[in-house]
């Protein structure tokens, strides 16, 4: 048996427990992160890639922006399709400039694994069996085995950073939270593309054969989404079949979408969910962990960054004064910007894609409300102000 202290284990490398664990870093709070899969396998998992300027600040504090700001594209806006027609919605105008950072979730986990192992600071992978203990008397503790060694973290703090999955949140008492879901009749078939985006700023279409979405992720691929049913079988879709899909869905007089060879192509479940509270006595959740949102509104990635903004903050305030208060207020300042998000994401899903089962009354609304937000400057702003993201202040002063 292998027995180690820290002050925070961090359960899970994902954005979450990895931002976590560099914000700690710089305030010279020492933390383990334990993730039980490989890293060539968390560097390889493919998520969105719209960054808010909160969460590309908080990746320049933590000094881990470098690359991100050699490579990561500024857009000022979005374009919705729909009938046949393209809107633009200039987000920056609308917002008093702020803009959003087109750059891959792989490449932020990248960048943070790397900053990690410069610093030498300790993370586990492939821990199997991870498990936490402890939590009720306070003195928490995750246990793990790895090559046939049982291990013990004892900490202060367990920060469960292990996304929708993991176990952090089972081991909160059972009926101590409470769960919101929502769950929607479509899903995301998403394709990586080695061929230059065929757009300057994504395109977000609404058609009656379901939603399509253009994005990138550099300037020779892009990466697309089609809805499709969610159970739907990969092996029904190939890459032709998507293509065509793609070209009807975005369609418009005088653009042209440029194929190119398929590198990836899976189906993304989509559901709405919340865990609250986000705190059981010495354990705080963070990130997927406790909550989800429908990708639509690009938020889950930003949403995870300024939990543990917040998180680290207040963990950096226990340790310097040995103030909880910020500890306390975290589950109740992380809600309110979830909640914003929450209802930000379920609104462009609603607005965006084609439910089956929908009837004529409700598809009249559906066009009504996309035909007001790209013509009223009231609408615009409002969708605007969301897809750029509140200021942390704004999203959790009271
Ligand atoms: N023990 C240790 N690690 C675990 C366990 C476990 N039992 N279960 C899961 N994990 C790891 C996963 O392998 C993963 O690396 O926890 C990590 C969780 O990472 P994410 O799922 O990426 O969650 P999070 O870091 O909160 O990031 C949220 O992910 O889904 C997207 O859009 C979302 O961009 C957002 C981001
Ligand atoms: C992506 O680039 O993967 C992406 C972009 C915008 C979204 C969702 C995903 O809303």
Redesign the pocket.
């Known amino acids: 048996m292998n027995v180690e202290r820290t002050k925070v284990a961090i359960v899970g490398a994902g954005p979450s427990g990895l931002l976590l664990g560099r914000l700690l870093e710089r305030h010279g709070i020492e933390n383990v992160i334990i993730e039980n899969r490989s890293r060539e396998y968390c560097e390889s998992r493919i998520r969105?890639?719209?960054l808010e300027q909160v969460t590309r600040d908080a990746l320049t504090e933590a000094g881990v922006a470098d690359r991100l700001e050699r490579e990561g594209m500024v857009h000022g806006g979005i374009y919705l399709n729909f009938n046949g027609q393209r809107h633009h919605i200039p987000m920056d105008e609308l917002t008093g400039g702020r803009c959003v950072t087109v750059y891959g979730q792989s490449e932020i986990v990248k960048d943070l694994f790397a900053a990690r192992e410069a610093t030498g600071a300790p993370i586990v992978f492939e821990a199997e069996d991870v498990s936490l203990d402890g939590i009720d008397n306070d003195e928490p503790v995750v246990r793990y085995r790895l090559g046939g060694v049982e291990h013990e973290v004892h900490a202060d703090y367990i920060a469960g950073c292990d996304g929708f999955h993991g176990i952090s949140r089972d081991a909160m008492p059972d009926g101590y939270q409470q769960l919101y879901l929502r769950e929607y009749p479509f899903a995301w078939l998403g394709i990586m593309a080695s061929v230059a985006p065929s757009t300057d700023e994504?395109i977000y279409a609404q058609h009656p054969n379901g939603f399509a979405?253009h994005?990138m992720r550099s300037a020779s691929v892009s990466?697309l989404y089609i809805q499709v049913d969610p159970n739907d079988d990969i092996a029904n879709w190939s890459d032709a079949r998507i293509w065509e899909q793609l070209h009807i869905r975005m369609a418009t007089d005088g653009w042209t979408l440029h194929e190119g060879p398929v590198t990836e192509k899976s189906i993304l479940p989509m559901r709405s969910f919340v865990a609250t509270p986000m705190r059981y006595r010495s354990l705080f959740l963070a990130g997927d962990a406790a909550h989800i949102v429908p990708?639509?509104?690009?938020k889950g990635l930003n949403l995870a960054a300024a939990d543990v903004i917040v998180l680290a903050h207040a963990l950096a305030d226990r340790y310097s004064s040995g103030s909880e208060t910020g500890l306390d207020e975290y589950s109740d300042r992380c809600l309110r910007r979830i909640w914003r998000a929450q209802h930000f994401s379920w609104w462009m899903t609603q607005m965006l894609h084609t439910n089956p089962s929908e009837d004529a009354y409700g598809q009249q609304l559906q066009r009504s409300q996309l035909e007001y937000v790209c013509s009223s400057t009231a609408a615009a702003k409002s969708l605007a102000e969301n897809y750029v993201g509140l200021a942390i202040e704004q999203a959790v002063s009271a």
């Open positions: 969105a890639g719209i994504l979405l994005s990466r990708p639509a509104g690009a």
